[in-house]
Protein backbone atom coordinates (compact mmCIF):
# COMPACT_ATOMS: atom_id res chain seq x y z
CA UNK A 1 0.00 0.00 0.00
CA UNK A 2 1.37 3.24 -0.85
CA UNK A 3 1.43 6.19 2.00
CA UNK A 4 1.16 9.96 1.49
CA UNK A 5 1.99 12.12 4.40
CA UNK A 6 0.84 15.79 4.24
CA UNK A 7 2.20 18.39 7.33
CA UNK A 8 5.78 16.80 8.53
CA UNK A 9 5.70 18.97 12.05
CA UNK A 10 6.46 18.68 15.36
CA UNK A 11 4.07 15.56 15.16
CA UNK A 12 4.10 15.09 11.46
CA UNK A 13 7.73 14.40 11.33
CA UNK A 14 8.42 11.87 13.78
CA UNK A 15 5.28 10.40 12.60
CA UNK A 16 6.17 9.81 9.04
CA UNK A 17 9.89 8.83 10.20
CA UNK A 18 7.66 5.63 12.21
CA UNK A 19 6.39 4.68 8.99
CA UNK A 20 9.96 4.57 7.14
CA UNK A 21 10.95 2.41 9.66
CA UNK A 22 8.74 0.03 8.96
CA UNK A 23 9.38 0.33 5.18
CA UNK A 24 6.33 1.78 4.52
CA UNK A 25 6.36 3.14 0.75
CA UNK A 26 6.15 6.59 1.57
CA UNK A 27 5.71 10.10 -0.57
CA UNK A 28 5.57 13.29 1.70
CA UNK A 29 4.42 17.15 0.92
CA UNK A 30 5.01 19.92 3.18
CA UNK A 31 5.42 23.60 2.82
CA UNK A 32 8.85 23.77 4.86
CA UNK A 33 11.30 22.54 2.16
CA UNK A 34 14.03 21.73 4.66
CA UNK A 35 11.32 19.14 6.23
CA UNK A 36 11.01 17.76 2.73
CA UNK A 37 14.58 17.35 2.17
CA UNK A 38 15.42 15.60 5.49
CA UNK A 39 13.09 12.98 4.83
CA UNK A 40 13.79 12.87 1.84
CA UNK A 41 17.58 11.78 2.29
CA UNK A 42 15.57 8.74 4.39
CA UNK A 43 14.18 7.35 1.94
CA UNK A 44 10.76 9.56 1.55
CA UNK A 45 9.81 10.55 -2.53
CA UNK A 46 8.23 13.86 -2.16
CA UNK A 47 5.33 15.37 -4.44
CA UNK A 48 5.30 19.31 -4.85
CA UNK A 49 1.67 19.83 -4.08
CA UNK A 50 -1.11 17.91 -2.68
CA UNK A 51 -2.46 17.06 -5.72
CA UNK A 52 1.11 15.48 -7.45
CA UNK A 53 1.18 13.05 -4.33
CA UNK A 54 -2.59 12.24 -4.51
CA UNK A 55 -2.15 10.79 -7.98
CA UNK A 56 0.84 8.23 -6.26
CA UNK A 57 -0.89 7.20 -3.19
CA UNK A 58 -3.31 4.71 -1.59
CA UNK A 59 -3.99 6.41 1.28
CA UNK A 60 -3.33 10.16 2.39
CA UNK A 61 -2.18 11.16 5.99
CA UNK A 62 -2.84 14.76 7.09
CA UNK A 63 -1.24 16.37 10.23
CA UNK A 64 -1.81 19.82 10.03
CA UNK A 65 -2.52 22.92 12.14
CA UNK A 66 -6.21 23.40 11.55
CA UNK A 67 -9.29 23.15 9.83
CA UNK A 68 -8.77 26.27 7.54
CA UNK A 69 -4.89 24.71 6.17
CA UNK A 70 -6.77 21.18 5.88
CA UNK A 71 -9.57 22.45 3.65
CA UNK A 72 -6.65 24.44 1.33
CA UNK A 73 -5.18 20.82 1.46
CA UNK A 74 -7.83 18.34 0.41
CA UNK A 75 -9.84 21.11 -1.16
CA UNK A 76 -8.08 24.19 -2.65
CA UNK A 77 -7.00 24.08 -6.40
CA UNK A 78 -3.61 22.18 -5.73
CA UNK A 79 -5.20 20.01 -3.27
CA UNK A 80 -6.34 16.11 -2.84
CA UNK A 81 -9.38 16.07 -4.45
CA UNK A 82 -8.47 18.34 -7.22
CA UNK A 83 -6.29 14.54 -8.46
CA UNK A 84 -8.10 11.68 -6.05
CA UNK A 85 -8.81 8.90 -7.98
CA UNK A 86 -12.10 6.61 -7.36
CA UNK A 87 -11.40 4.57 -3.61
CA UNK A 88 -8.85 6.65 -2.45
CA UNK A 89 -8.63 7.09 1.32
CA UNK A 90 -7.94 10.43 2.77
CA UNK A 91 -6.93 10.00 6.67
CA UNK A 92 -7.23 13.35 9.06
CA UNK A 93 -5.08 13.29 12.06
CA UNK A 94 -5.09 17.04 12.70
CA UNK A 95 -6.77 18.20 15.66
CA UNK A 96 -10.32 19.98 13.95
CA UNK A 97 -13.87 20.08 14.65
CA UNK A 98 -15.99 17.33 14.34
CA UNK A 99 -18.55 19.09 12.00
CA UNK A 100 -15.95 20.23 9.74
CA UNK A 101 -14.63 16.48 9.51
CA UNK A 102 -18.28 15.90 8.16
CA UNK A 103 -18.18 18.36 5.73
CA UNK A 104 -14.71 17.13 4.37
CA UNK A 105 -16.00 13.59 4.28
CA UNK A 106 -19.13 14.74 2.41
CA UNK A 107 -17.62 16.81 0.02
CA UNK A 108 -14.89 13.32 -0.62
CA UNK A 109 -17.36 11.29 -1.00
CA UNK A 110 -18.86 13.62 -4.34
CA UNK A 111 -15.67 11.58 -5.48
CA UNK A 112 -15.85 8.26 -4.16
CA UNK A 113 -12.77 9.24 -2.09
CA UNK A 114 -12.80 7.28 1.79
CA UNK A 115 -12.30 9.65 4.44
CA UNK A 116 -11.57 9.28 8.17
CA UNK A 117 -10.68 11.44 11.63
CA UNK A 118 -7.97 9.92 13.47
CA UNK A 119 -6.55 12.39 15.73
CA UNK A 120 -4.22 11.47 18.42
CA UNK A 121 -3.07 12.18 22.10
CA UNK A 122 0.77 11.38 23.31
CA UNK A 123 2.75 14.44 22.22
CA UNK A 124 5.86 14.42 20.32
CA UNK A 125 7.18 11.83 22.73
CA UNK A 126 4.24 9.34 22.10
CA UNK A 127 4.63 10.46 18.33
CA UNK A 128 8.51 9.29 18.16
CA UNK A 129 7.89 6.61 19.91
CA UNK A 130 4.68 5.21 18.07
CA UNK A 131 2.54 5.33 21.51
CA UNK A 132 0.03 7.96 20.42
CA UNK A 133 -3.15 7.27 21.52
CA UNK A 134 -5.36 7.26 18.13
CA UNK A 135 -9.28 8.28 18.44
CA UNK A 136 -10.76 6.90 14.95
CA UNK A 137 -14.23 8.13 13.57
CA UNK A 138 -15.65 6.69 10.19
CA UNK A 139 -17.06 3.66 8.65
CA UNK A 140 -15.43 0.33 9.94
CA UNK A 141 -14.43 -0.41 6.74
CA UNK A 142 -12.48 2.68 6.08
CA UNK A 143 -10.96 2.35 9.37
CA UNK A 144 -9.92 -1.41 8.55
CA UNK A 145 -8.25 -0.08 5.79
CA UNK A 146 -6.08 2.38 7.87
CA UNK A 147 -5.91 0.25 10.76
CA UNK A 148 -2.43 -1.19 9.93
CA UNK A 149 -1.27 2.35 9.62
CA UNK A 150 -2.58 3.56 12.85
CA UNK A 151 -0.84 0.35 14.26
CA UNK A 152 2.62 1.67 13.22
CA UNK A 153 1.69 4.97 14.38
CA UNK A 154 -0.21 4.56 17.75
CA UNK A 155 -0.11 2.41 20.95
CA UNK A 156 -3.78 2.54 21.70
CA UNK A 157 -6.41 2.56 18.98
CA UNK A 158 -10.02 3.16 19.99
CA UNK A 159 -12.84 3.15 17.11
CA UNK A 160 -14.51 5.99 19.19
CA UNK A 161 -17.71 6.24 16.10
CA UNK A 162 -18.65 7.65 12.77
CA UNK A 163 -16.63 10.22 10.99
CA UNK A 164 -16.23 13.37 13.10
CA UNK A 165 -16.67 11.65 16.58
CA UNK A 166 -12.55 11.12 16.73
CA UNK A 167 -12.09 14.61 16.44
CA UNK A 168 -15.05 15.04 18.80
CA UNK A 169 -13.28 13.00 21.67
CA UNK A 170 -10.40 14.80 20.76
CA UNK A 171 -11.46 18.16 21.63
CA UNK A 172 -13.20 17.20 25.18
CA UNK A 173 -9.44 15.54 25.91
CA UNK A 174 -7.58 18.63 25.11
CA UNK A 175 -10.39 21.45 26.63
CA UNK A 176 -9.13 19.07 29.81
CA UNK A 177 -5.77 19.25 29.16
CA UNK A 178 -5.81 22.83 28.78
CA UNK A 179 -7.59 23.73 31.95
CA UNK A 180 -5.19 20.73 33.95
CA UNK A 181 -1.98 22.69 32.40
CA UNK A 182 -3.40 26.45 33.38
CA UNK A 183 -4.63 25.23 37.19
CA UNK A 184 -1.20 23.19 37.45
CA UNK A 185 0.88 26.18 35.89
CA UNK A 186 -0.98 28.12 38.71
CA UNK A 187 -0.88 26.10 41.65
CA UNK A 188 2.67 25.61 41.63
CA UNK A 189 3.70 29.08 41.01
CA UNK A 190 1.59 29.88 44.33
CA UNK A 191 3.50 26.64 46.15
CA UNK A 192 7.19 28.45 45.02
CA UNK A 193 5.88 32.11 46.09
CA UNK A 194 5.17 30.35 49.70
CA UNK A 195 8.67 28.82 49.97
CA UNK A 196 7.38 25.35 48.56
CA UNK A 197 10.55 23.48 46.53
CA UNK A 198 8.73 22.84 43.08
CA UNK A 199 10.59 19.13 43.52
CA UNK A 200 9.04 18.32 46.76
CA UNK A 201 5.78 19.82 45.51
CA UNK A 202 6.06 17.32 42.32
CA UNK A 203 6.85 14.12 44.59
CA UNK A 204 3.91 14.48 46.52
CA UNK A 205 1.16 15.84 44.27
CA UNK A 206 2.46 13.49 41.58
CA UNK A 207 1.43 10.78 43.69
CA UNK A 208 -1.61 12.54 45.04
CA UNK A 209 -5.25 13.46 44.10
CA UNK A 210 -3.39 16.61 42.07
CA UNK A 211 -2.25 14.53 39.44
CA UNK A 212 -2.37 14.76 36.14
CA UNK A 213 -0.80 14.75 32.56
CA UNK A 214 -0.22 18.06 32.69
CA UNK A 215 1.90 17.27 35.83
CA UNK A 216 3.81 15.03 35.03
CA UNK A 217 4.57 15.02 31.08
CA UNK A 218 4.91 19.07 31.06
CA UNK A 219 5.80 20.36 34.52
CA UNK A 220 8.25 17.49 35.03
CA UNK A 221 10.46 17.95 31.00
CA UNK A 222 9.58 21.61 30.21
CA UNK A 223 8.82 24.08 33.29
CA UNK A 224 11.44 22.79 36.16
CA UNK A 225 14.20 22.38 33.17
CA UNK A 226 13.17 25.93 31.81
CA UNK A 227 12.53 24.29 28.41
CA UNK A 228 9.78 25.39 26.44
CA UNK A 229 10.24 24.60 22.94
CA UNK A 230 7.79 22.66 21.79
CA UNK A 231 5.97 19.94 21.93
CA UNK A 232 2.79 21.52 21.79
CA UNK A 233 2.59 25.20 20.88
CA UNK A 234 0.36 27.41 22.73
CA UNK A 235 -1.17 28.80 19.42
CA UNK A 236 -2.85 25.28 18.45
CA UNK A 237 -4.03 24.60 21.98
CA UNK A 238 -6.03 28.35 21.64
CA UNK A 239 -7.09 26.81 18.77
CA UNK A 240 -8.58 23.82 20.09
CA UNK A 241 -10.31 25.54 23.05
CA UNK A 242 -11.81 27.39 20.19
CA UNK A 243 -12.99 24.56 18.81
CA UNK A 244 -14.24 23.81 22.05
CA UNK A 245 -15.83 26.93 23.23
CA UNK A 246 -17.47 27.23 19.96
CA UNK A 247 -19.07 23.82 20.17
CA UNK A 248 -20.29 24.99 23.72
CA UNK A 249 -22.36 27.80 22.40
CA UNK A 250 -23.76 25.69 19.32
CA UNK A 251 -24.72 23.49 22.00
CA UNK A 252 -25.94 25.58 24.20
CA UNK A 253 -23.12 24.21 27.25
CA UNK A 254 -21.74 26.89 29.00
CA UNK A 255 -18.39 26.72 29.51
CA UNK A 256 -17.51 28.94 32.31
CA UNK A 257 -13.71 27.77 32.88
CA UNK A 258 -12.93 26.66 29.07
CA UNK A 259 -13.88 30.85 28.40
CA UNK A 260 -11.68 32.19 31.20
CA UNK A 261 -8.53 29.15 30.46
CA UNK A 262 -9.06 30.40 26.64
CA UNK A 263 -8.14 33.56 28.10
CA UNK A 264 -4.82 33.00 30.03
CA UNK A 265 -3.29 31.16 26.23
CA UNK A 266 -4.40 34.59 24.64
CA UNK A 267 -2.97 36.55 26.87
CA UNK A 268 0.27 34.38 26.18
CA UNK A 269 0.12 34.64 22.75
CA UNK A 270 -0.20 38.42 23.33
CA UNK A 271 3.01 37.97 25.37
CA UNK A 272 4.42 36.92 22.35
CA UNK A 273 4.65 32.71 24.09
CA UNK A 274 2.03 31.51 20.74
CA UNK A 275 4.83 29.23 19.31
CA UNK A 276 6.25 28.28 22.35
CA UNK A 277 5.04 24.76 24.50
CA UNK A 278 1.84 25.15 26.46
CA UNK A 279 3.97 24.70 29.66
CA UNK A 280 4.87 28.36 28.92
CA UNK A 281 0.97 29.37 30.12
CA UNK A 282 3.34 29.84 33.37
CA UNK A 283 5.96 32.33 32.00
CA UNK A 284 2.95 35.24 32.56
CA UNK A 285 2.44 34.42 36.25
CA UNK A 286 5.91 33.90 36.87
CA UNK A 287 6.31 37.57 35.60
CA UNK A 288 3.68 38.56 37.61
CA UNK A 289 5.22 37.32 40.88
CA UNK A 290 8.82 37.63 40.00
CA UNK A 291 9.18 34.00 40.98
CA UNK A 292 10.73 30.74 38.68
CA UNK A 293 9.38 27.40 38.88
CA UNK A 294 12.38 25.57 38.35
CA UNK A 295 14.42 22.68 39.77
P1 LIG B 1 3.31 22.03 13.50
O1 LIG B 1 2.92 23.44 13.27
O2 LIG B 1 4.58 21.70 14.19
O3 LIG B 1 3.32 21.23 12.08
C1 LIG B 1 2.46 21.50 11.03
C2 LIG B 1 3.16 21.17 9.71
O4 LIG B 1 2.25 21.43 8.63
C3 LIG B 1 4.40 22.04 9.45
O5 LIG B 1 5.48 21.24 9.03
C4 LIG B 1 3.95 22.98 8.33
O6 LIG B 1 5.01 23.40 7.48
C5 LIG B 1 2.96 22.08 7.59
N1 LIG B 1 2.03 22.84 6.77
C6 LIG B 1 1.37 24.00 7.08
N2 LIG B 1 0.60 24.38 6.04
C7 LIG B 1 0.77 23.46 5.06
C8 LIG B 1 0.26 23.31 3.75
N3 LIG B 1 -0.62 24.21 3.23
N4 LIG B 1 0.64 22.25 3.00
C9 LIG B 1 1.54 21.35 3.50
N5 LIG B 1 2.08 21.43 4.75
C10 LIG B 1 1.68 22.47 5.51
O7 LIG B 1 2.08 21.36 14.28
P2 LIG B 1 2.07 19.99 15.15
O8 LIG B 1 2.41 20.29 16.56
O9 LIG B 1 2.79 18.94 14.38
O10 LIG B 1 0.48 19.68 15.13
C11 LIG B 1 -0.18 19.16 13.99
C12 LIG B 1 -1.61 18.81 14.40
O11 LIG B 1 -1.58 17.83 15.44
C13 LIG B 1 -2.40 20.00 14.97
O12 LIG B 1 -3.73 19.91 14.54
C14 LIG B 1 -2.28 19.81 16.48
O13 LIG B 1 -3.34 20.42 17.18
C15 LIG B 1 -2.26 18.30 16.59
N6 LIG B 1 -1.56 17.73 17.77
C16 LIG B 1 -0.37 18.23 18.19
C17 LIG B 1 0.26 17.65 19.30
C18 LIG B 1 1.59 18.14 19.81
O14 LIG B 1 1.99 17.75 20.92
N7 LIG B 1 2.32 18.96 19.08
C19 LIG B 1 -0.32 16.55 19.94
C20 LIG B 1 -1.53 16.05 19.46
C21 LIG B 1 -2.14 16.65 18.36
Same mark, same amino acid.
Given at each position: /???GF??? =?? $??K??? /???L???????I +????Q?????LS?M???? #??? %????A??V???? *?ML????????V????????????P???????? &??? %???????????????????? #??? &?G???G #?????????????????A?????? !????GK?? !?????? #??????MI????????????? !??? *???????????? /???V??T??G????????????????????G? $?I???????????? *? =??E???????????????????A???????????????? +??T??????
Open positions: /MKIIGL =GN $MGPMA /MNLKAQCDLT +NDVNSIMEEAGAKT #AAT %PAELRKDIVI *TPNGNIVEQVNGPQGILAAAQGLCILDMS &SVA %PGFTRKMADLAAKKQVDYMD #APV &SGVK #ADAGTLTIMAGGASEVVKCRPIL !EILGIY !EVGAVG #AGDAVKNNLLLAVNMAATA !EAF *TLGAKIGLDPKV /MFDISSSNSYALEAKMQNFVFKGAFEPF $MDLQYKDLELAVQ *T =GKSKVPLMIANVVQQLYGQAQAGLGKEDISAIIKPLE +NLGIQVRM
